[in-house]
Nanobody, 126 residues
Framework: QLQASGGGLVQAGGSLRLSCAAS????????MGWFRQAPGKEREYVGC????????DYADSVKGRFTISRDNAKNTLYLQMSSLKPEDTAVYYCAARTTYYSGSYYLRGPNEYDYWGQGTQVTVSS
């Protein structure tokens, strides 16, 4: 349902753009999020995009460096990553909240999402 791609090896200070394509049956996407997980660490919130409000939110660790955007025609969410640091190295996952909820525009916990992509590796060398 969700296919993340675009990861790779990049030098510190470089940029990458990750994509998260939704395929298969049509489903509602109230919020789509990006998370990352480094070896030996818990899954960490990176940011999210409220599909209906068209607004995005970012973790403090990536604010000002990462940007989330969407392409409705391609049914795809993007994560543009700039000024990458070695500490950004992780497997990046996209996720979708497909069931109705009330409250904040933003969902920051992994348990708040019910569909996950398979992850794409991002490695930033120093």
């Amino acid at each position: 349902q969700l296919q993340a791609s675009g990861g790779g090896l990049v030098q510190a200070g470089g940029s990458l753009r990750l994509s998260c394509a939704a395929s298969g049956r049509t489903f509602s996407r109230y919020v789509m999020g990006w998370f990352r997980q480094a070896p030996g660490k818990e899954r960490e919130y990176v940011g999210c995009f409220n599909w209906y409000a068209g607004v995005s939110d970012y973790a403090d660790s990536v604010k000002g460096r990462f940007t989330i955007s969407r392409d409705n025609a391609k049914n795809t969410l993007y994560l543009q990553m700039s000024s990458l640091k070695p500490e950004d190295t992780a497997v990046y996952y996209c996720a979708a909240r497909t069931t109705y909820y009330s409250g904040s525009y933003y969902l920051r916990g992994p348990n708040e999402y019910d569909y996950w992509g398979q992850g794409t590796q991002v490695t930033v060398s120093s």
